[in-house]
């Protein structure tokens, strides 16, 4: 009889403790893990955003490059802001190159081709980049081909693949912004595109 009542008295106390704990641990756990699955798989939307764009290579056009121990590598400095203002102009025979096929510069923010001489935006989040976009202009951007997402703009000039990335997610796009949007902001004024040339003897 004292076995059976001393085993009544431990389940009743982790019954009174489960009813006393439980109900906030688990609705706390359920809410981190909705929100890591909603972030695919990270803590919030900028960590999944800043893993997108790794991995979707942004920082090889978008970020300068400079020289170190193993050759060229990023410009930790000057993440993701684009062509640098101050660079000197491209020294190439732009009616050859567009003729002939592309050529880039060894930082990768400039190109030359077919549509002429285009340099690598700033999407940081100063107002020379990205700072003042609304998200519906990022996704028209991505989703749409039109620079700074704006209906009467330009079309986006290659070698921005965004025929490629127009087809991630609302969800993935959001998360891309967010993350862009919290970077650190580097004023950087990229020049406009040049026009392309006449092919030589034309």
Same mark, same amino acid.
């Given at each position: 009889?004292?076995?059976?009542?001393?085993?009544?008295v431990i389940f009743s106390a982790v019954i009174i403790i /489960?009813?006393? +704990? /439980?109900?906030?641990?688990?609705?706390?756990?359920?809410?981190e893990t909705v929100a890591t699955e909603n972030y695919g798989? =990270?803590?919030?939307?900028?960590?999944?955003?800043?893993?997108?764009?790794?991995?979707?290579?942004?920082?090889?056009?978008?970020?300068?490059?400079?020289? *170190?121990?193993?050759?060229?590598?990023?410009? /930790?400095?000057?993440?993701?802001? *684009?062509?640098?203002?101050?660079?000197p102009a491209v020294d190439v025979n732009h009616k050859e190159?567009?003729?002939?096929?592309?050529?880039?510069?060894?930082?990768?923010?400039?190109?030359?081709?077919?549509? *002429?001489?285009?340099?690598?935006?700033?999407?940081?989040?100063?107002?020379?980049? $990205? *700072? /003042?976009?609304?998200? +519906?202009?990022?996704? !028209?951007?991505?989703?749409?081909?039109? =620079?700074?997402?704006?209906? #009467? #703009?330009?079309? $986006?000039?290659?070698?921005?693949?965004?025929?490629?990335?127009?087809?991630?997610?609302?969800? +993935?796009?959001?998360?891309?912004?967010?993350?862009?949007?919290?970077?650190?902001?580097? !004023?950087?004024?990229?020049?406009?595109?040049?026009?392309?040339?006449?092919?030589?003897?034309?």
């Amino acid at each position: 009889m004292l076995r059976i009542t001393t085993a009544c008295v431990i389940f009743s106390a982790v019954i009174i403790i /489960s009813c006393n +704990e /439980s109900p906030t641990t688990s609705v706390k756990a359920a809410e981190e893990t909705v929100a890591t699955e909603n972030y695919g798989g =990270f803590k919030s939307r900028e960590q999944w955003g800043e893993h997108l764009v790794t991995i979707c290579a942004c920082h090889d056009c978008h970020t300068p490059k400079k020289v *170190g121990p193993q050759g060229m590598e990023l410009d /930790s400095s000057m993440f993701l802001s *684009g062509h640098p203002a101050q660079s000197p102009a491209v020294d190439v025979n732009h009616k050859e190159m567009q003729h002939k096929g592309l050529i880039v510069t060894n930082d990768l923010t400039t190109w030359v081709g077919p549509w *002429g001489v285009s340099y690598t935006a700033n999407i940081t989040s100063d107002a020379t980049g $990205i *700072g /003042s976009w609304k998200e +519906e202009q990022f996704f !028209k951007a991505i989703r749409e081909g039109k =620079f700074k997402g704006l209906d #009467n #703009n330009r079309p $986006i000039l290659p070698p921005m693949p965004w025929p490629v990335y127009k087809n991630m997610t609302d969800d +993935e796009l959001k998360a891309i912004f967010a993350y862009l949007k919290s970077t650190k902001p580097i !004023k950087n004024v990229v020049p406009p595109p040049v026009a392309p040339l006449a092919a030589p003897g034309k």
